[in-house]
């Protein structure tokens, strides 16, 4: 933590530093004089970025001063110290992780379900202790990976996974790459000489969906919650790649503490939990600070665990329940642990997200690009509120490494809004009678040969004419991603393609009205609305038709990629792979995919005939498109009245202008709605515009595009 006037100081500091170049730093005398300066200013910033999650300086800005650091180590390497903010990413690649024993062994939780568990705990603990009342620190409980950290003479010296409690695995360069974990921290200053913290690595919900969306363009099974994303990310060889994941940590308990002396200082110098858990938070760490309270005796722990498990869905990460925690340390010895877990805390478990549940049979599924993905029917069961009935076992060495069978008992997990997920098969109940899962040599829609190109794990039908693969194709033209045609939903495809009125996508724009008007459930009003739909789809801008033609490895982000740089989607037919990999965020695959698609005859000809039906190929001329918002970049924070905010960035981007999720000086005006986040405050310290929803419904009024006229109520 840093102090008011520390920050002031830091901040002058900052501007300081930011005026220097490399070719300014020549003896290593000169080095020496900034390099402190220089990397404490740095670790001020990450952790206004990380933890405080309100960064003071631009990302251009703390590259700057990060680059600077860089050079001189390249420079000087002697002046390379561990806890330099340039080694979080270590390079070079580790084979397996070592094995350290923990300073104090990594127990796990004993659990309650309900408030009469709670009270068994309580009235255990106030047996052992005398009290009457007990004073408990009641806190989230994270559901990611958990980990301990080392830190002696405040420096981060090592990180490993719980393995079997008493010895885990070192992961301390992967560990080192995560911001929300300093690298040195001034436990001196609390008398502490060597120190061991347990906490939990985690993926925020939003940013797990994300990477499962991209493995699932790319071919590869997403993660099944959060969870596994964190543990799996935790463990991978390279720390370049733990990096990109965007891991998070949070820190909720001190195991081990000593002075110089090697006295022991949990119950003594660090008498209360929730003190602890402060001076973690001080001392830059992310801890549930904010999250934590103490509670005096059992119903204030009740109604606290209560009030979580209701608002559990809004947390930005998973949680699976709350811990309840003695407070006063001193009293930990007291109570003592078993073999398993201690007996001053306990874990209360949200309502779980797991039941067990049989497999009826298995179908075979084929996806738009052909990927062929079994799908196990369920005896339906309900999930934290939800009726699931079928899963995904997402493919053929999914099935062979959990050894699923038909007929099986399974335990089902849905975590968050995440797709439901086979964690395993209860073997104990098996019968004999179960059946293996054979997997089709042949797609189940069309008969065709599945293929299985080499270090893929996904079988796929290459018949582009194949019936499910068109219908899937269809689907995702018209869903609200791509050209977002209302009331053309999956079942309605569906059943246009089985009466035959659908069979290829221009089909959508020669739908036979008259006969549709004929059928049950159809008539005038709701055939004018999808007539209405369709047509206005025909004037969608250029990104969206690209989203919609499905190929592969291309969503909406690279579409858009794409339509920045071309007039007409038909000028992709020039374009090499090499001019396609130039673009941003473009590598080699997703370039060959696209050139692949438009050197495909079909392809072509079906991107002709939708334009001779209507649809418009090419972004309206340039005297049609208003540009009054050319050059200003927008952020929205809060909730807006009026629309959906992916419907008012759409509508910023579609006047010229650029919607961007963060804020820094760059940025033209913040757009501020109800209950607005830390965007705000970053707005106001960095002096950016801010405007409330009603100036900027005032500003775009006049220009809003007809086809977003409907989405948008004002
Ligand atoms: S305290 C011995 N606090 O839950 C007590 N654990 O199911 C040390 N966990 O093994 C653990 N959030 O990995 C504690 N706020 C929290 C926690 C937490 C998540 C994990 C931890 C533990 C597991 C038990």
Redesign the pocket.
């Known amino acids: 933590m840093f102090t008011e006037e520390k920050q002031r100081e830091l901040i002058q500091k900052t501007k300081q530093l930011l005026d220097i170049t490399i070719d300014q730093i020549k003896t290593i005398d000169d080095a020496k004089a900034i390099i402190d300066d220089l990397r404490e200013v740095i670790r001020y910033h990450d952790w206004r970025y990380y933890v405080l999650a309100n960064p003071v300086i631009s990302d251009y800005e703390y590259d700057k001063l990060f680059h600077l650091l860089k050079k001189i180590e390249q420079k000087f390497p002697e002046l390379i110290t561990p806890d330099s903010p340039t080694q979080r990413v270590a390079s070079g690649l580790t084979k397996e992780f070592p094995q350290v024993k923990h300073l104090a062994p990594?127990?796990?939780?004993d659990?309650s379900y309900n408030e009469e568990d709670l009270r068994d705990f309580d009235r255990r603990v106030k047996e052992a202790t005398g009290f009457e009342t007990v004073e408990y620190s009641v806190?989230?409980?994270?559901?990611?990976?958990?980990?301990s950290l080392v830190y002696e003479d405040n420096l981060f010296i090592r990180g490993a996974t719980?393995g079997d409690?008493i010895v885990g695995e070192d992961i301390t360069n992967n560990l080192k790459t995560i911001k929300t974990i300093p690298l040195s921290a001034d436990f001196k200053s609390y008398g502490i000489k060597k120190i061991e913290i347990?906490?939990?690595v985690l993926i925020r919900k939003d940013l797990f969906k994300k990477i499962n969306q991209e493995r699932l363009e790319e071919g590869l099974p997403p993660f099944a919650n959060p969870r596994n994303a964190a543990a799996g990310s935790i463990r991978l060889q390279d720390p370049k790649e733990v990096a990109k994941r965007g891991l998070e940590a949070?820190v909720?308990?001190i195991?081990y503490a000593v002075d110089p002396e090697g006295n022991n200082l949990l119950g003594t110098k660090i008498k209360k939990h929730n003190e602890s858990i402060r001076i973690l938070y001080e001392l830059g760490f992310r801890s549930?600070f904010k999250e934590i309270k103490v509670c005096r005796g059992i119903d204030e722990v009740i109604d606290y665990c209560r009030q979580w498990q209701e608002k559990r869905d809004e947390y930005p990460y998973e949680?699976?329940?709350?811990?309840v925690?003695v407070n006063d340390i001193a009293l930990y010895e007291k109570l003592g642990?078993t073999s398993h877990?201690?007996r001053w805390?306990i874990?209360f478990k949200f309502k779980a997200r797991q039941a067990t549940t049989r497999i009826i049979k298995v179908v075979f599924q084929v996806g738009r690009t052909g990927a062929v993905t079994p799908v196990a029917k369920l005896e339906p069961v309900e999930i934290g509120g939800v009726t699931v009935s079928s899963v995904s076992l997402i493919n053929e060495d999914f099935i062979k490494e959990k050894d699923i069978r038909i007929g099986d008992l399974v335990l089902i997990e849905r975590a968050g809004d995440v797709i439901p997920y086979v964690v395993k098969v209860i073997t104990e109940a098996r019968t004999g009678k179960e059946k293996p899962i054979e997997f089709p040599k042949n797609c189940p829609s069309c008969g065709s040969p599945l293929v299985k190109p080499p270090g893929e794990a996904v079988w796929r039908c290459v018949n582009i004419n194949c019936p499910a693969q068109v219908v899937e194709r269809m689907i995702y033209f018209a869903s609200k991603d791509a050209m977002d045609i209302r009331g053309l939903g999956e079942a309605i495809v569906r059943k246009f393609y089985e009466l035959g009125y659908l069979k290829s996508i221009p089909d959508i724009y020669r739908l036979p009205y008259e006969k549709i008007k004929k059928l049950e459930g159809w008539g005038e009003k709701s055939v004018e609305n999808l007539k209405k739909a369709v047509e206005e789809s025909k004037h969608r801008p250029i990104n969206r038709l690209i989203t919609g033609l499905g190929i592969r490895y291309v969503g909406k982000v690279t579409a858009k990629t794409l339509a920045e740089h071309i007039r007409c989607v038909e000028d992709l037919e020039k374009w090499s792979v090499e001019e396609l990999e130039s673009l941003p965020d473009i590598g080699y695959v997703v370039a060959r995919s696209i050139y692949d698609f438009f050197h495909n005859e079909q392809n072509i000809n079906m991107i002709k005939e939708l334009k001779s039906l209507g649809v418009q190929t090419c972004k309206e001329k340039e005297e049609k498109v208003q540009h009054i918002f050319d050059g200003k970049t927008f952020v929205f924070t809060g909730a807006l009245k009026c629309c959906s905010r992916e419907v008012a960035q759409e509508i910023v981007e579609r006047l010229g202008g650029h919607a961007t999720n963060s804020v820094s000086r760059k940025t033209s005006y913040v757009v501020v709605g109800e209950n607005p986040g830390s965007k705000f405050r970053k707005a106001q310290q960095l002096g950016v515009k801010t405007i409330n929803e009603e100036q900027f419904i005032q500003m775009i009024k006049d220009h809003i595009p007809e086809d977003l006229k409907e989405h948008i109520n004002i």
């Open positions: 990594m127990l796990s939780l659990n806190e989230p409980k994270f559901d990611g990976a958990g980990i719980r409690g347990r906490g939990e949070f909720y308990q195991t549930p949680l699976d329940g709350m811990v925690k642990v877990h201690p805390a874990a």
